[in-house]
């Protein structure tokens, strides 16, 4: 196929043809035409030299031009594209590194492999400009519906006709009981948009929770409008879901807006999602008011969260625990991934069991240590004494505000607590030492006697080992392990020693090992108390403006 006035308006409307049918630029279609055809030169004259051709884009005229770079004399290596500044004088008047000697050389005719070749670098080239148009015009949709046509199915999974490319629809995406065929209407999420080398691959969604939150914004005008917001969506996909749902004007039920009249709204989001059934919670700042809506439609008593822990406790009627619990466990995960939060379910009967054997235990307790019968000893666990130490330096006022109790009373019961919480103290300072604990750790301020003892036990016995432990270590705390939240027992955990407390007594040690510049400390905690200023400060700013 040589390059000859028949066929040089054939490589424009080629080009605009190719370009039409894939929506890319026809320049770009014309630089692979170019591309290929000087590839195709090259294996005509020469692997070595540097062809070049450019197509006139008015009348598709090819140049076929060879192209000779002047470079420095140590540095040529290819005589038939490089030439040095002597070699190039005959050709410019003053040569330098970098110029350039063009000469049109005589157009190629191509044979059947070199043809072929041509086509593939044309394909291959139009191919990439597809891709790119296609990953730039979607990596904006993600966290958006598309609406597609199924096309076909591979192994479960389900490839999608967007209009303008494909996307994949994953089988553990789809909804369980959902199947599709050839050319059926489908909505999806547009879950993740990436760039790789097989081309832009556009994954989709039906289970996640924003395709949810996503389809209540088109139903809702409220939502969409920016009046109603969905705080957390929970899913159970095809089976059911929650959704908490929070109105910023006060004259408008955030949960009526989204139910609809006579449920028209939501039941148009069920019947997308093939029937799940959708329970629409009003949101909260308070966890436990939105950890009692969640778990509508049991009924709650009580609610104690444990901030630290990341756990909270609820208390329910006996007869509502399996309506709490939900069909497997259904009900409680939900409002658990809505809230956030592990949740454990307690009948009133349970709870009520609980509280008996604690106050047993601490009855026991006082009798034990204080040598009191049980009945006083009843008094003050009836009162929310749970320990020598409350009994033993609590103000007396507290004490003789028990019925029955005098102050001859309550200064022999402190009396008898301090006196024991002492002897407890002496056998643990004791054991400490008969474990080998040295006075630079007994001596520090911060630790008691059981706590020193604690640490003995675990091999930390001198100022220095204490150091090295992290805060952690010292005061317990949580790791995620694959999705699940474990509990790391600390050693003075059962002390109740914070994270805080922790860190402070650490710190202390290692400057007065030296370890660590008082000056270090000071600096870093004014840069934390800026910082946490500058915080509070920008949402008052931006109300402002």
């Known amino acids: 196929m040589a390059i000859t006035s028949a066929n040089q308006l054939e490589l424009l409307q080629t080009a605009e043809a190719v370009a039409r049918e894939k929506m890319i630029d026809p320049g770009l279609v014309i630089e692979a035409m170019e591309d290929s055809l000087a590839r195709a030169a090259k294996s005509r004259y020469g692997a070595d030299m540097d062809i070049r051709v450019a197509i006139d884009r008015k009348t598709g005229v090819a140049t076929f031009s060879r192209v000779r770079t002047v470079v420095e004399d140590e540095a040529l290596e290819n005589h038939h594209a490089e030439l040095t500044v002597a070699q190039a004088k005959p050709y410019l008047d003053d040569p330098k ?23 593939q670098v044309i394909l291959q080239k139009v191919r990439e400009a597809e891709r790119d148009r296609q990953y730039e015009e979607f990596k904006d949709r993600a966290g958006t519906i598309l609406n597609g ?12 006709d967007i209009g303008r490319g494909e996307a994949v629809l994953r089988r553990n995406e789809k909804i369980g009981r959902e199947s599709y065929r050839n050319g059926d209407r489908i909505r999806c999420y547009v879950k993740d948009v990436r760039r790789e080398a097989r081309g832009p691959q556009i994954f989709l969604s039906r289970t996640a929770p924003e395709f949810m939150a996503e389809l209540f914004k088109m139903e809702v005008p409220e939502i969409y409008d920016g009046i109603i917001e969905i705080k957390a969506v929970a899913r159970d996909p095809g089976s059911r879901a929650k959704i908490g749902v929070i109105s910023y004007d006060g004259s408008i039920d955030p949960v009526g807006a989204c139910v609809g009249m006579r449920g028209s709204r939501v039941q148009a989001v069920v019947n997308e999602l093939q029937g799940e059934k959708i329970d629409i919670i009003p949101w909260t700042e308070d966890q436990a008011t939105f950890l009692v809506n969640a778990l509508q439609p049991a009924e709650v008593s009580k609610v104690v969260i444990d901030d630290e822990a990341g756990k909270i406790e609820v208390v329910v009627p006996d007869e509502q625990l399996s309506l709490a ?6 009900n409680v995960r939900l409002a658990s991934q809505l809230t956030g939060l592990d949740i454990d379910i307690l009948t009133e009967t349970d709870e009520s069991a609980r509280r ?17 019968d049980e009945m ?17 330096y609590v103000d007396q006022d507290e004490l003789l505000a028990i019925e029955g109790f005098d102050e001859e009373t309550a200064a022999e019961l402190q009396a008898r607590a301090r006196e024991r919480l002492e002897a407890v103290a002496a056998a643990a300072l004791e054991n400490a030492r008969a474990l080998g604990v040295e006075d630079s750790l007994v001596n520090f301020e911060g630790l008691s006697p059981q706590m020193i003892e604690a640490l003995a036990k675990d ?3 001198t100022l220095d080992d204490f150091a090295t432990c992290a805060d952690w270590e010292l005061a317990g705390g949580w790791t995620v392990v694959d999705g699940q939240r474990v509990k790391d ?32 400390l000071e600096a870093d905690a004014d840069e934390d108390a800026e910082a946490i200023e500058g915080e509070e400060d920008a949402p008052a700013e931006e109300g402002a403006r």
Not at 149 to 159: F, S
Not at 494 to 503: C, I, P, R, T, W
């Open 325 to 330: 619990i939900g069909r497997r466990g259904q």
């Open 489 to 520: 027992d600390g050693l003075l955990e059962s002390f109740d020693m914070s994270l805080e407390e922790a860190q402070h007594l650490v710190m202390t040690a290692r400057v007065m090992l030296g370890w660590v510049d008082p000056s270090e």
């Open 459 to 461: 091999g930390i016995k």
């Open 149 to 160: 046509v199924v096309k076909r199915e591979e192994y479960g999974n389900i490839v999608v």
């Open 356 to 372: 008996q054997a604690e106050f047993a235990e601490r009855t026991k307790l006082f009798m034990d240590e204080l040598d009191i």
């Open 376 to 392: 006083m000893a009843q008094l003050l666990v009836a009162e929310e004494f749970t320990s020598l130490e409350e009994v033993g």
């Open 97 to 119: 590194v970098g110029d350039e000697i063009v000469d049109q050389v005589p157009p190629v005719d191509l044979g059947r492999i070199a043809a072929q070749s041509a086509k």
